[in-house]
């Protein structure tokens, strides 16, 4: 894969510290259902929290292919890592570069870039999933403020995000039409996070409710243009699948890098058991379909980085990338047979993680219905 010097470097110095700060943490970061802040520390001194955002909000002025290369290497070791980088720049700090106000970028985007702190997006609820226009929470106009109520669910960064971006009804009459974007800050009166959500993988990421009760923000807290947010959170989500791609690319790696490594070292009837052809087979499809990942997920975001139209590009690498990862964590397993079934080593774990990718951020479903309707168009 063609990168430029600059990639090249990043990829490196991403790839390093992942081996070297993540890998061997990886394990109890899933066990105990959580990331260690030192990790995000770790991450803004890399630049990585703000990595595709201008330096004059102290970004790392890189690109959409710098940003996916830093998420495919941390989630080739850790997943839960890349899922908490992605939330925070894809949903929770893009939504306010793209359709922030000059005010509200100079006030949030500096502490979100420079990792100082983190950020979420509050899209899913209880009753609206891939049906993301069925938002049901509210947000009613008194005075000189909106007043929020409702739940959301899923949130990624939920209970550590300091700024919050969240969709909620503003015109009941005018459906998805009338649907709006607030930013939500931590400690706003009304506003709470709720449950805890225990996952089957991706378990080291923070995954919480947040509540709206009463919410009172001021209304200079609405993000863009009035009954917008349904064009908005399309136009997030279309970007974000890059780096769930990129996510579910990296555990795929992830799981051949170890399949490699085991296969080299394991010994059955005298000899290692790479040199069988039933494993080489399954070792040849896994890298050949890691790698047809890698050039949809760097195409897509080339040309995102290029300002083409990309919303196909970004569904077809989700969906194939997702699906790659669970049939690559599959044969992984296979491989290591009984010792893959174990917490001895990583790859049930990589098994467990790659199931999300082909649910957040659009299902495989809805991702297929994206692809159709782009063809479809005259």
């Given at each position: 894969?063609?990168?430029?010097?600059?990639?090249?470097?990043?990829?490196q110095?991403?790839?390093?510290?992942?081996?070297?700060?993540?890998?061997?943490?990886?394990?109890?970061?899933?066990?105990?259902?959580?990331?260690?802040?030192?990790?995000?520390?770790?991450?803004?001194?890399?630049?990585?929290?703000?990595?595709?955002?201008?330096?004059e909000?102290?970004?790392?002025?890189?690109?959409?292919?710098?940003?996916?290369?830093?998420?495919?290497?941390?989630?080739?070791?850790?997943?839960?890592?890349?899922?908490?980088?992605?939330?925070?720049?894809?949903?929770?700090?893009?939504?306010?570069?793209?359709?922030?106000?000059?005010?509200?970028?100079?006030?949030?985007?500096?502490?979100?870039?420079?990792?100082?702190?983190?950020?979420?997006?509050?899209?899913?609820?209880?009753?609206?999933?891939?049906?993301?226009?069925?938002t049901?929470?509210?947000?009613?106009?008194?005075?000189?403020?909106?007043?929020?109520?409702?739940?959301?669910?899923?949130?990624?960064?939920?209970?550590?995000?300091?700024?919050?971006?969240?969709?909620?009804?503003?015109?009941?009459?005018?459906g998805?039409?009338?649907?709006?974007?607030?930013?939500?800050?931590?400690?706003?009166?009304?506003?709470?996070?709720?449950?805890?959500?225990?996952?089957?993988?991706?378990?080291?990421?923070?995954?919480?409710?947040?509540?709206?009760?009463?919410?009172?923000?001021?209304?200079?807290?609405?993000?863009?243009?009035?009954?917008?947010?349904?064009?908005?959170?399309?136009?997030?989500?279309?970007?974000?699948?890059?780096?769930?791609?990129?996510?579910a690319?990296?555990?795929?790696?992830?799981?051949?890098?170890?399949?490699?490594?085991?296969?080299?070292?394991?010994?059955?009837?005298?000899?290692?058991?790479?040199?069988f052809?039933?494993?080489?087979?399954?070792?040849?499809d896994?890298?050949?379909?890691?790698?047809?990942?890698?050039?949809?997920?760097?195409?897509?975001?080339?040309?995102?980085?290029?300002?083409?139209?990309?919303?196909?590009?970004?569904?077809?690498?989700?969906m194939?990338?997702?699906?790659?990862?669970?049939?690559?964590?599959?044969?992984?397993?296979?491989?290591?047979?009984?010792?893959?079934?174990?917490?001895?080593?990583?790859?049930?774990?990589?098994?467990?993680?790659?199931?999300?990718?082909?649910?957040?951020?659009?299902?495989?479903?809805?991702?297929?219905?994206?692809?159709?309707?782009?063809?479809?168009?005259?």
């Open positions: 894969m063609f990168l430029t010097e600059e990639q090249e470097l990043l990829q110095t991403v790839h390093d510290f992942a081996q070297n700060e993540l890998k061997p943490r990886a394990a109890k970061f899933d066990e105990q259902e959580y990331i260690d802040k030192d990790v995000l520390k770790s991450m803004a001194e890399l630049g990585l929290m703000g990595v595709c955002f201008p330096e909000y102290d970004g790392a002025g890189m690109d959409t292919v710098c940003y996916a290369i830093a998420v495919e290497e941390i989630s080739r070791v850790c997943a839960s890592t890349g899922i908490t980088l992605a939330a925070h720049i894809s949903l929770g700090t893009n939504p306010l570069y793209l359709f922030g106000t000059d005010e509200q970028k100079q006030k949030y985007l500096p502490k979100l870039c420079a990792g100082e702190e983190l950020s979420s997006f509050g899209l899913t609820e209880p009753n609206a999933g891939s049906d993301a226009g069925g049901e929470t509210t947000a009613v106009k008194t005075g000189n403020e909106w007043v929020l109520n409702g739940t959301k669910t899923f949130i990624t960064n939920g209970s550590l995000a300091w700024t919050s971006v969240n969709t909620a009804i503003t015109d009941k009459e005018k998805v039409h009338g649907i709006s974007s607030f930013i939500v800050e931590r400690g706003t009166p009304g506003f709470s996070v709720g449950e805890k959500i225990h996952k089957m993988g991706i378990r080291g990421s923070d995954t919480t409710e947040l509540i709206f009760e009463d919410c009172r923000i001021p209304e200079d807290n609405l993000l863009g243009n009035l009954n917008e947010g349904f064009k908005q959170f399309m136009i997030i989500l279309d970007g974000g699948r890059i780096s769930i791609g990129a996510m690319l990296g555990i795929a790696q992830g799981a051949l890098d170890e399949s490699v490594r085991y296969a080299k070292e394991r010994q059955q009837f005298g000899r290692p058991i790479g040199s052809q039933a494993i080489q087979t399954m070792l040849a896994m890298a050949t379909e890691v790698e047809a990942s890698r050039h949809l997920v760097y195409h897509a975001a080339r040309l995102k980085d290029a300002g083409k139209g990309y919303s196909m590009q970004s569904a077809m690498c989700k194939y990338a997702s699906e790659v990862a669970m049939r690559t964590t599959i044969k992984a397993i296979q491989i290591h047979g009984g010792y893959g079934y174990t917490k001895e080593y990583p790859i049930e774990r990589m098994f467990r993680d790659a199931k999300l990718t082909e649910i957040g951020e659009g299902t495989s479903e809805i991702q297929r219905i994206v692809i159709a309707r782009n063809l479809m168009k005259d």
